[in-house]
């Protein structure tokens, strides 16, 4: 349709994981983006069923189930093969196909007991397909731990275009919250707690030193992730994340 936004031009390749938001992340161990994975693995032990199957949807290099891969059996889907190709060599009792999140019909119905959907509807042209199939493959009384940029963010006014959310040309699925949680009932997953992920994006604010700002900012969102809580408001940070239970 005329109206639906289109996939990016260039592929995810491995020069995904260097360029555009990722250039200057760090993947080492206690970095933002290890405690980032951290955090959304607790979720998922703390939320969900104690054991079962779990499955990332958009999984990228699998640093992430390789938090859950002990006490799950872990499933990984993306498009990008090169990502995939890492995630089978790091966590390697995982099983990881080349499928794109808006149709996963290898996958059989009801077999999941988590799924895992962080920040990949954004990168959709049809998010609403995604939605059907994480709705499909989890079963019934699983959780669907769904993360997205928050368009309720404060920020998003303060930073403008410089707002994490737009810096990703990929992104080209970006909705209101309210759009998403709409979304998930639609299709049969009842949102259980809404929440957000704090200040993690700073500076935000002219002539404050950056780095007293990465600290103040991102103190609540910083305990929030060491100690696994799922306390702060949508109005207090970067991305909407919802614990949802299938209907």
Known sequence: ??????????????????SGPYANVSFKRFSQYWWSNRYYARLARRHGPP?????????????????????????GTDVNAWA??????????????????????????????????????EHLAQPERAL????RLLAPGGLLL???????????ERKKERWIGYQDPT????????????GLRAVGIQPRRVFSDGFWDAPYLPRVPAKLQKLLFGLPGGLQAVFGWSILPLQMGESLIVLADKA
């Open 132 to 135: 059907r199939e994480f709705s």
């Open 171 to 182: 992104h080209i699925s970006l909705r209101p919250p309210a759009e998403w949680l709409a």
């Open 84 to 121: 995939l190709e890492q995630a089978r060599r790091d966590v390697p009792q995982g099983q990881f196909l080349q499928l794109s999140a808006e149709d996963m019909h290898p996958l059989e119905d009801a077999s999941f007991q988590i799924v895992i959907a962080k920040h990949v509807i």
């Open 1 to 18: 349709m005329a109206n639906e936004p289109s996939p990016p031009e260039h592929p995810y390749d491995q020069d995904y994981f260097s």
């Open 51 to 75: 054991q079962g199957r779990v499955l990332e949807v958009g999984c990228g290099l699998g640093h992430l189930l390789a938090w859950l891969a002990g006490r799950y059996q872990v499933v």
């Open 146 to 156: 769904f993360a997205t940029p928050n368009l309720d963010s404060p920020m998003r």
